[in-house]
């Protein structure tokens, strides 16, 4: 399966492509408003998983480029432009394409960081309304931190809350989160619950800032 | 120490009164807006805890009296109650009382349960409102489910978040809640974090409708 990772060169996309990449046989595509940039960072990356001793399927590109012919296009942009990022693409999408949203808006005052919820309840709803009609958006991998993924000698034990409208989108991301060892995917139904997924990930930023020995914090549900 | 569970004749409420009187040697007193009514289940809670073998200081009266010479109060009362059953003991809270608010706003629609933020920002900062100036107010326990908590049998491994504007008082707080064997609890800050705290457990009852062998769900941060 081919994976769009638009503004890939950065956060949890990175974290995201590097995981994918090690444990799993898909092909990974870096996507970056500017191509040489994503392949710049697609480099990097392959250096450092064939440090880990993994010959990589990852490549790096524009993000209109890199949506073109894959699967599932995640949006690994940060919030104001999620749907920018989108719409940018919406021409180059492929036939049966899934697009995941895994951004998360926040504000941080003198208490610490807030969820900012946008006009349409969650971001995963903002680009819900971005994205050509007929294609599926499943909200997803907003509670892993990027430094947890991105350090590859950490041993993950984390769950990955699943939201979307289409149950079968929702399947797809479920079993393609749960190919990254360590994570397990729990499905929250309609896109419409994404906004209490989304607000988690302030609480885990305060958590980290109030409490010694705890950072890149993820949940468990049990 | 004195515990009030006020209106912990049901739900959290009956579930904190029960661990506390299992696992700790505090006072536990349940009040209601019936005194009779909190001394009928407190007699019931004293049968089921004698069943498990605890012999419990625990008794009921009204929500007036249960407030009255209470360090720890909690407004265990649904959402919409919460301020004004603190407003109807303010003048029996003790010198050094703490109040504590579990309890969380949902609505329900054809999709699932959502998160319903009041005015304030979280029924915490509500409570927090309706409560005199100097007494402080704790955001804690409202990722516990009740039916974890009641059945005894049931060994919790579960994470409790913690916020308020008080130190002393979330350090309190924290303390009560790991004295509930297998709790462990989690400092989040300020009041004003309370809601992306509240706001989990609309998710944790999506997560169980959706996931088969999902029920009664907690939290553990990690």
Redesign the interface.
Known sequence: MRIALLGGTGNIGEGLALRWAQDTDHEIVIGSRNAEKGMTRARDYRNRLSEHGVEADLSGTSNTGAAAGSRVVVTSVPPAYAADTIEAVRDDLADKAIVVSPAVGMVR?E??F??DAPEAGSIAETVAAATPDGVPVVSAFQNLAAGALTDLSNEL??DV?ISGDDAEARNVLKKLAEEINGLRA?????L??S???E??T???I??A???DG?HD??????
Chains 1, 2 share one sequence.
Not at 217 to 222: D, M, N, S
């Open positions: 005052d208490t610490g807030h969820y034990n984390l809350v729990l499905d929250a139904g309609a419409a619950n906004a209490e997924i607000s988690i302030p609480l885990l305060n958590l800032m109030y409490n705890m914090l993820g949940i468990q549900f049990r």
